[in-house]
Each structure stands twice: as C-alpha cells, then as structure tokens.
C-alpha cells in the first residue's frame, strides 16, 4: 500500500504521481542541499483514500457532466457543490494519526510549529502545464486540528471554479489529477520574491530574473504590489540590471490573526528589498536548481533573518509557446503612437478592443480577440485572458501567478502600467507590445499576421565588439537597462539638467549648489543604479549658449553668440569658469563615493587643444577624481584637431576616446546637418571622414586604449561598422531602438572577420 505520509527526506523528483509536482520538487531540493524549510506531504494516495472512502467519485462526476465549463454562473455552482462534499467527507483515523505525528515532530524541541500547507497536483508543475494560481495555500497553520482543517481545504481547492476550468481546457481527466499536501515549517517572510534561472519575457536563457517584495510575496502575486526587479547575467553572476519600486503597503503573517495588510514602515518604503549580495546569491540558488533539473525553474524566496530558503520551484512552462501563432510584426506598428509604457509580462504583440473590467464577476464581457484591460490579474481572470488578444493591467509584475498563466496561453501582456484603466477607454481599438510593455493606440492599417518567433541564441548573441546606448532621460533608464545594451556609451548631462530648470550659476547665485548637486546626483543614481555592473559613461555638460539662455535664470550668464555650435561651449567653459563644472564633479562623487556605484565614469566633450584637456584634467584631479581601475576619463573625439593630434592628446593620459560622428562629420565637411540646403552632402562615409575614423580607431588600438562611435552611424550603415569593427573599434552606442539589430549586424560580421 502506497505511503499515505511521506516527510521530505523520503521524497525525491520521480515521486511526482505520490506527491505532486510541487511535494516532488520540495524533497528533491532538501536532499539536494537546498536551503528549504523542513516538512511532510499527505500524499495523493490519501487524497484518493478519502475520495473511496466516501464514495464521491461517481457524485462529482455527475455534476461536472452537468455543467457548462464555460459558463461562469454554472461552473461557481459546481465548484461550491463539489467543495462542500469534501469538507464534509470523513477522514480515517489511520491517515488523521500519522498527520498529527508527522506534524508533532517535524520542529525539535516544538510541538506545534507554525506551518505552511500547501497543495501539489500530481499534473502541477510538470512541463507542460504549470497550474499556476489553481490551488489554495494557507499559511501560518498551528495545532493538529487546524492543520487538518487546512489540509481538507486544500483537497476541496481542487475543485475551485478556476482549477476546474484550467483542466478542462487542457484536455486533463478531473481524477486522474489528485492532489498531494506538503506542510511545511513556516517562514516568518521579512522579504518575498520569485526567481527564474531564464528570462521568461525575452527569453534569454543567459538571465536569471529576481523579482522582490516586503513581507509575504501574495501582493506580489496578486499583483497590489509591483516588486524591485533585478536582472543577473549567468554567466559572470554580475547583475544586468535594477530597478527599485517604492512599497507603502505589506502583508504579514501575524499569529494567531493571521495575514495582516499593514503599512511599510516609512523607513522602509523607499529602501530596497534585496542587498547585491542576496541577488546574486538568490540568483545561484536558481542556476544551482536549473541544472539539477535539466529544465528551467521558476523558484518561490523568502529571507528570515537574513537567510534565504527556496520554498518551492515548479518547471517554467512558457519559453516554447509562441509556435503557430499569429502576431503583428514589430516593424508594423513604428507609425502608430504610444499611449501607455507598462512592464512586459508575456511575449508576443496583440491588437483588438479594449474591454475593461473591475472583477472576476466581469468576466464573461470579454469575448474572443477583445484586449482585457484591468486594475490587477489573478487567476481567477483565467477564462477572459484564454479569449483575450491581449492584456493590460495597472499593477502587477512579471512574476504574477496570471502573468504566468498569460505566457502559458501565448496572450501578449503588459503589467504595472499604473493608469491603463484610466487613460484607455472601452471599445478603443489598441496595439499591445508584451516584448517591450509598449501600448499603442489603433492597428496597421495592413496587419500582415506574421509567425511568432521562439527563442534564439541568435537573438542575443555576444559580440566582442561592445554595444552601449546612448541616454539622458533618467526615467527611462529601469526600462531601458533590462535590454541588451553592455552599458551606457553616452550619458547626455543636458537632459538632466534641463529638468532642473535653472541656470546652474543662478543656483550658485541663489546659495543653492547644494540642491543642484543632489538633483543631480539622484538623476545619475537612476542610470548607475538601473544598469547594474555595467558601465555608465558620463558626458559632462556641453550645453551651447543658446540652449543655456532657455533655463531660468540663463540670459543673466549666457552672451547671444553669432555661431553658438562653435563658440563658448564644451571644455573651454569648464577652464574658463570652474564652479558649474566642480558642481558636475561633486555629484559624480556623491553617486561613486556616497552611493556606492562605482560604474559611473567621466567624458570631456569639444576639446579643442591639448592645453584644454590638461587644465580640464587638474580640475578633475583637484577634485578627489582620480583614474583607476573603478573610475575611467574618456575624451570626445568630434574636432579634426582631435584627430590630428590624437596622439598627443592620449599622452596627456585618457583611458578612452568616443568619436562623435555627428559633430566630427560636420566639421570636417563643412556641412550643417540641420540645413536642408546642404544635408544631402553630410554622409559619414565620405572619405575623409572614414579616413579620420580609421584613424582614430587605429591610433587607440595601438596605445592600448579604447574606442567608440557614439554617433547615429553604426545605426544607419552597417557598411560603416564592418569597417570600424574590422579596424578594431573597442564599441558602439547607439539609441535604445538600435541595440538589438546593431548587436546582430557586429556578431555577423565578427563571425565573417574570424572565417
């Protein structure tokens, strides 16, 4: 007679038909060495036993042949019918006693340790089917009544309304889908989270996602609360990318009242959830499970005194789907405008109507193709989300059980856009990007449908030549840093100061450096911390007198100049009147030295002599900023004397150059690229500008320096970059939009450089 208690000691991942996907993956990761609380599962077999012991197996199925699954109203019916049967139905007191000793001895010392009871289909959690959200966990369980209790709770989730459906719709036999209940040590969570050892929205198998919130992770997965979201290269276990979401409410398991909603502590609201240290190693806790299992895990965190256990893991069910269906091609859509930037959640692109709804009672208002638009998923959404062409929610994150679900379905999603029911109205025709959280208003006037792609290596492949962007709005930095970008080439100084306003030197005037600073410094903390390890490369201010005169304050300090492109502008200023540029300098110091981010580093752009960059250099210097292995003084090359005497200016000592081929184009051939008149003559490949690249890529390589293109060139011709990478240019930066192709067009041709 098959084990109707098991504890996870005796449990091991071939034991899913006893103890269901989830009990299975428990005790194989205790007895891998896994940090997981210690526990038992009442298997299915007892489930089963309970079933035959009360005859219900005929009776239920009765009432599902009954039923019409698709049927909201019918399918509650049936759901309560069912669910009241079990909690009713007898347990033998042979199963009831080895439970109660189980429990008795599963904490030494304790008698009656809280717990976790949670419920493990024999279908759940295998590969291809997550049945994510379908049955009930209940935590905080103490005494043997009230584990029992839960443990009978858990049997008659089976049958919740959503459970029913997802079984149906999957083609599953309702008994031969039973269900396991492992009860487990309860963590007391002072952080939750969710962890998958490849990216789930992109694909890319070289990432592991890490997802974190305060208190219990529900929220997180009923999407109240939106996580922090870190991404982690494998490889390297650097990580890729940040991105901090402020918390003002938490759930918390008070006993013996229960789950508390309570407010974060203001100390905490705008504290991170995770140090780096707890990432990375969340983050090889998941690579470790990965590949014991041969297949990519999504894994359940919490941290208890600053110990981190793995409570559950379940295959990630999702990275294949896509096969066979129909989506719009990226391409299709540039023209349409953007309404809404929310998190990407489920791949893919899907149009239709907008139909919003308010609860799960809605749902039958969402017919096939219509775009669901809510305040926040759950899986009880699972019937409208199946019809859906896509979804739209105002909260939530990529780790939502619905989210999960919604990738499962290959439904496009896009999550956490804070205003979606809001600003879209019903019957509005949209677009929805779930690869880039982007919503568009209207379709393609011609909506070629076009085969979804599944994961490629191809999609990401790593170049030696390296790929930064070129950014200066800070709000843009969380999205942008989870592409593939290796870093931030070029950092504008001028967008962020524009958004302060006022003229720096009104703000020295004023006895406001101080409020400059900071301003500045919380902008650059956007990127460097955004961006994770990879390098964040600082063009300090190079505002032209005119841009300068349209600040607050500005036509008090900024002369009307005839020709502002060639005038007062770039490292003259700095040499000229220190005090703007120190106040730069202080703020990169706050980021590098306050903050802790050492991946901010500085370039001087529009140095026109040698002399220039020395004295800009003793300023730098003067400052506490000095060259290492942490902090790198790159120098634009945009000036044909750049070029000329390039040699000269490495020996006054810069760790890099970045040509700006914009500027240097236009200088060396006498042409405005802002004229009309004469903007057909700009053309980065002209000769003399080649010639000049090829210059200046050579003349680094030979002194052991590095190189980039800033400019729109390495987006426009790949032509041009064949050259550059062939004459060993070190980088790249390009726009956000350019990345992924720029990096195909270079591994291309890398792959032909080598043959």
């Known amino acids: 007679m098959p084990a109707l208690v098991l504890p996870f000691s005796k449990i091991r991942k071939e034991d899913i038909p006893l103890v269901g996907g989830k009990g299975a993956n428990l005790g194989e990761m205790y007895n891998y060495g896994i940090p997981v609380p210690n526990g038992f599962v009442v298997t299915a077999h007892a489930y089963q036993y309970v079933i035959d012991h009360n005859a219900l197996q005929p009776v239920i199925r009765e009432i599902i042949r009954q039923t019409e699954v698709t049927n909201q109203k019918e399918l509650e019916k049936a759901s309560i019918k069912i669910q009241r049967l079990i909690n009713t139905a007898d347990i033998p007191s042979e199963l009831t006693s080895e439970i109660f000793s189980r429990y008795q001895s599963l904490k030494p010392g304790e008698k009656q340790p809280l717990v976790a009871v949670r419920s493990s289909a024999t279908a759940e959690d295998l590969p291809d089917a997550s049945f994510a959200g379908q049955q009930e966990s209940y935590l905080d369980i103490k005494g043997e009544s009230n584990v029992l209790q839960a443990v009978r709770k858990a049997w008659a989730s089976l049958w919740g309304a959503r459970a029913i459906f997802y079984r149906a719709t999957k083609g599953y036999d309702h008994f031969k889908v039973q269900l396991a209940v492992p009860v487990q040590l309860m963590i007391q969570s002072e952080v939750s989270g969710v962890v998958f050892s490849v990216n789930p929205v992109s694909r890319n198998k070289n990432q592991v996602v890490v997802e974190a919130v305060w208190g219990l992770g529900d929220y997180m997965v009923q999407g109240v609360v939106n996580p922090d979201h870190y991404i982690v290269n494998k490889d390297s276990m650097t990580i890729h990318s940040r991105q901090f979401v402020p918390q003002t409410i938490m759930e918390i398991m008070q006993y013996p009242s229960g789950v508390k909603k309570v407010n974060v502590p203001k100390e905490k609201i705008n504290l991170r959830k995770l140090t780096d240290e707890q990432v990375i190693e969340v983050a090889k806790l998941s690579a470790k499970v990965h590949q014991h299992y041969f297949f990519p895990q999504d894994s359940e965190f919490a941290v208890e005194g600053g110990k981190i256990y793995l409570v559950q893991t379940r295959p990630i069910t999702t990275l294949d789907m896509g096969k066979g269906a129909k989506h719009i091609s990226e391409d299709q859509i540039l023209k349409l405008t953007q309404v809404l930037q929310g998190e990407p959640a489920s791949f893919g692109i899907g149009f239709g109507k907008v139909v919003k709804i308010k609860s799960a009672s809605e749902i039958n208002k969402v017919k096939e193709g219509d775009v669901l638009v809510t305040e926040m998923t759950s899986p009880d959404f699972v019937p409208a989300m199946k019809r859906a062409a896509a979804i739209v929610t105002d909260k939530g994150g990529q780790t939502s059980h619905a989210a999960i679900v919604s990738r499962e379905l290959g439904v496009p999603a896009v999550v956490g856009t804070k205003i979606a029911t809001k600003t879209l109205k019903d019957d509005q025709i949209i677009t929805v990007n779930g690869s880039t959280g982007t919503i568009y208003n209207g379709v393609p006037e011609k909506g070629?449908?076009?085969?979804?792609?599944?994961?490629?290596?191809?999609?990401?492949?790593?170049?030696?030549?390296?790929?930064?962007?070129?950014?200066?709005?800070p709000d843009l930095a969380p999205v942008v840093a989870q592409g593939n970008a290796d870093g931030v080439g070029l950092l504008r100084a001028e967008f962020m100061m524009a958004q302060i306003g006022v003229h720096p030197k009104k703000m020295i005037h004023d006895g406001k450096e101080k409020i400059f600073i900071e301003k500045l410094a919380e902008s650059l903390a956007k990127f460097t911390y955004s961006f994770g390890d990879r390098p964040i490369v600082y063009?300090?201010?190079?505002?032209?007198?005119?841009?300068?005169?349209?600040?607050?304050?500005?036509?008090?300090?900024?002369?009307?100049?005839?020709?502002p492109m060639l005038g007062f502008r770039g490292a003259y200023r700095y040499i000229s009147d220190e005090s703007v540029f120190n106040l730069e300098l202080e703020a990169i110091k706050t980021v590098r030295n306050k903050m802790g981010h050492k991946n901010l580093h500085l370039m001087i752009p529009f140095v026109r002599t040698v002399d220039e960059l020395i004295k800009v250099k003793r300023i730098v210097s003067a400052s506490g900023l000095t060259r290492s292995n942490t902090f790198k003084l790159w120098m634009m090359v945009e000036i044909p004397s750049n070029v000329i005497l390039l040699e000269d200016f490495i020996q006054v000592g810069i760790d890099g150059v970045s040509i700006g081929s914009n500027d240097l184009t236009m200088l060396i051939l006498g042409t405005d690229r802002d004229n009309e008149t004469v903007a057909p003559e700009f053309d980065e490949r002209n000769p003399a500008v080649t010639w000049a690249l090829e210059h200046v890529v050579k003349t680094a390589a030979k002194h052991h320096i590095t190189s980039s293109l800033c400019g729109q060139a390495a987006s426009l011709y790949p032509d041009l970059v064949e050259k550059l990478v062939g004459w060993g240019i070190s980088s790249v930066s390009v726009s956000p939009d350019a990345v992924d192709n720029t990096r195909r067009v270079i591994a291309q041709i890398e792959k032909r450089l080598l043959k």
């Open 448 to 473: 070629k449908a076009v085969e979804q792609k599944d994961f490629k290596e191809a999609e990401f492949p790593k170049t030696a030549t390296r790929v930064y962007v070129n950014l200066g709005e």
């Open 539 to 563: 063009r300090a201010s190079d505002f032209k007198t005119n841009e300068y005169r349209n600040l607050v304050g500005g036509q008090a300090y900024e002369p009307i100049e005839p020709n």
